[in-house]
């Protein structure tokens, strides 16, 4: 049971808190769904221990057009997935390549593990980023699809700012959204002639 309420309170510390505090600070969903669905795809890179590099190069390179954190949380979301696909991308590498099947012994894996990699080794990990990339832009569609709702919702639950307007009000419509709330009828009135 103490596990349990370690690998809790891990979780907490390490996801949830850091999502909840993305979510209160008001970000587009829009720019939300593209940042989760960066570093989710990024995040199954088929090479353990690149994707936070990959990761702090795509944010270094996107700058503004991605949410650095949101990236970060994501990939660290995404690690488990990223072991369990490694099989399936090397598989899929060899099918869209008509490469040769490689055998998964754990002679292999202690070859790669002691850099004692042979040419069969190298290409087969070559085999397993061919298939990653092939499938990239399919999982960064699929999950930026399903994200942009959901973070629409919980940016309206969680965020303590309103959402930026997509275009900002003429000094005419201030003056009238001003007048409506003070309920100035002939200011209206003549900024209804002005606007018409």
Same mark, same amino acid.
């Given at each position: ?13 390490? =996801? ?5 505090? $993305? &979510? ?6 829009? &720019? ?9 795809? $990024?995040?199954? %890179? ?6 936070? $590099?990959?990761?702090? &190069?795509? =944010? ?8 650095? #954190?949101? +990236? ?7 690690? #488990? =997935? ?5 099989? #399936? %991308?090397? /598989?899929?590498?060899? @099918? ?9 012994? !754990? ?5 790669? *593990?002691? *850099?004692?990699?042979?040419?069969? +080794? ?17 999982? %960064?569609?699929?999950? @930026?699809?399903?994200?942009? #709702?959901?973070?629409?919702? &919980? +940016? ?7 959402? !930026?307007?997509? /275009? !900002?009000?003429?000094?005419?419509? +201030?003056?009238?959204?001003?007048? *409506? ?16």
């Amino acid at each position: 049971m103490a596990n349990i309420g370690l690998l809790t309170m891990w979780l907490n510390k390490k =996801i949830v808190e850091p999502l909840l505090e $993305i &979510l209160r600070k008001g970000a587009e969903p829009k &720019l939300l769904a593209f940042s989760a669905a960066l570093g989710f795809t $990024i995040g199954l %890179f088929p090479i353990c221990g690149t994707t936070v $590099i990959i990761c702090g &190069l795509a =944010i270094a390179s996107l700058g503004s057009h991605c949410h650095a #954190p949101t +990236v970060m949380v994501i990939n660290l979301i995404a690690t #488990p =997935i990223e072991l369990s696909l490694m099989v #399936p %991308f090397l /598989r899929f590498g060899e @099918y869209v390549s008509g490469g040769p099947h490689f055998p998964l012994t !754990s002679d292999a894996l202690k070859k790669v *593990l002691t *850099l004692q990699a042979s040419r069969e +080794v190298l290409l087969s990990i070559a085999h397993a980023l061919l298939g990653w990339l092939v499938a990239a832009p399919i999982i %960064f569609a699929a999950v @930026y699809i399903l994200s942009l #709702p959901l973070f629409k919702v &919980l +940016v309206l639950k969680f965020s303590t700012r309103p959402l !930026s307007p997509k /275009r !900002s009000l003429s000094p005419t419509e +201030v003056r009238l959204k001003s007048c *409506l709330q003070e309920g100035r009828r002939e200011t209206m009135e003549e900024l209804e002639e002005h606007l018409l």
